[in-house]
């Protein structure tokens, strides 16, 4: 319940960034000082080689501090109750019973999989809204399709699911 309180905390401090970003100046001036010259620049080098490095280094460093934040082995062994207890919930379908006993056992290992899962979001919800509101303004001012149909969102998205996919693999990621 203590990280969901902090998970709700920094959300709600991440969509006051999103909501008043025009508003918060200083906010939004000190980003772009850091990102134009950098991230910037390399989207004006090359938009799609660009867009695929930053969101493969995002990627990277989304699952690394997953990797590094969570209990690895805590979190693998949930999985595997979780995945035990689908299981016997299919073969009891038919007895309502059991099938309820199984579904109370499912809820039980829930609080404590969002506990160790939720870690991570708090240290990466603030950054990517800041990347976000940047990449939107940057896309705004600098209108291009990446890959010649996707726009900037759907593009980053695509691709951080491919890279988290494949890092989540190589780290060993639970």
Do not use: C
């Amino acid at each position: 319940m203590k990280s969901i309180n902090k998970l709700l905390i920094v959300m709600l401090f991440s969509l006051a960034i999103a909501m008043y970003w025009n508003s918060l100046t200083f906010i939004k001036n000190l980003i772009h000082a850091a990102f134009d010259p950098s991230i910037g620049a390399l989207l004006n080098w090359n938009p799609h080689a660009g867009m695929i490095i930053i969101a493969g280094i995002l990627g990277l460093i989304t699952i690394l501090l997953q990797k590094y934040t969570t209990d690895q082995e805590t979190l693998r062994q949930l999985k595997k109750e979780q995945k035990m207890l689908q299981e016997e919930v299919k073969k009891h379908k038919n007895n309502q019973e059991k099938f309820m006993e199984l579904n109370r056992k499912q809820l039980e290992l829930l609080p404590k999989t969002m506990d160790i899962t939720l870690r991570p979001i708090m240290y990466t919800s603030v950054p990517l809204i800041l990347f976000f509101r940047w990449f939107n303004d940057y896309f705004t001012t600098n209108p291009v399709k990446i890959f010649g149909f996707l726009s900037w969102i759907w593009a980053y998205l695509i691709l951080s699911i491919t890279f988290t996919s494949i890092f989540r693999k190589v780290f060993k990621v639970a």
